[in-house]
């Protein structure tokens, strides 16, 4: 079935750092690929998403690029800030109504 | 607009009893979800509604009932609590599957004792 694995955490970074979150997946076809945050205490936002192979999403600084042929959705943002601090899921969805999440990276953006 | 509403926020049951956790959507969408939230493994779908009148399984339906009331409201029945369904529930909903973004509550902090 359908899955995703990104990169385990928790991640700690100083003020205007480079953030990388990696993030794989396996699936049947073309799925499209959602980055999702979670702010201490809140459910779940879209950060970004891409329907198709080398589509680039992006949204407050964060960018992630569909690559079908390493079948990778990795996460960045060139300068991060305190405010980033959060839980950021990587998801799949294929032609159906199922998303398939990874387990969550802790990002700890210290001032 | 409110989103994705849930009620509670929080609940604490004991072993055995019942209850039932509320969600509503203001946004005319189609399609609704309940998911589960258990530390280092992600969300995990319970059931879904793909449309008003239809609900499936997901992931992790044992345990669990769903009831799609109308377009708006899509609620989640524990029958008998166990230990093993403490957990945090959201709710989300979305115009309908494959691209389309899902919007989510703030979720229900679940104890059972």
């Known amino acids: 079935g359908d899955s995703v694995t990104q990169m385990e955490g928790p991640v700690t970074l100083s003020e205007e750092a480079f953030l990388t979150i990696n993030c794989t997946y396996t699936?049947?076809?073309?799925?499209?690929l959602f980055w999702y945050v979670q702010y201490p205490g809140e459910g779940l936002q879209l950060l970004l998403k891409a329907t198709k192979a080398d589509d680039k999403g992006s949204n407050k600084g964060f960018e992630a690029t569909y690559r079908k042929e390493t079948t990778s959705f990795h996460l960045e943002k060139g300068s991060v800030q305190v405010s980033d601090s959060a839980v950021y899921f990587c998801a799949l969805s294929g032609n159906d109504y199922k998303l398939s999440f990874g387990a969550g990276t802790t990002v700890t953006v210290r001032a | 607009n409110a989103g994705v509403t849930q009620t509670p926020k929080f609940q604490v049951l004991k072993t055995g009893q019942s209850m039932t956790l509320q969600c509503a959507q203001d946004m005319n969408h189609n399609s609704m979800y309940w998911y589960r939230q258990d530390p280092g493994m992600g969300l995990r779908l319970i059931y879904y509604?793909?449309?008003?009148?239809?609900?499936d399984k997901g992931e992790v339906p044992n345990g669990y009932n769903v009831s799609r009331l109308n377009k708006r409201e899509f609620s989640l029945r524990l029958e008998s609590a166990a230990p093993s369904q403490t957990s945090v529930y959201f709710c989300?909903?979305?115009?309908?599957?494959?691209?389309?973004?899902?919007?989510f509550g703030p979720g229900t902090r679940l104890t059972v004792l």
């Open positions: 509604s793909a449309s008003e009148g239809t609900t």
């Open positions: 699936a049947t076809g073309y799925p499209s």
């Open positions: 989300a909903s979305s115009e309908g599957g494959g691209f389309n973004t899902q919007y």
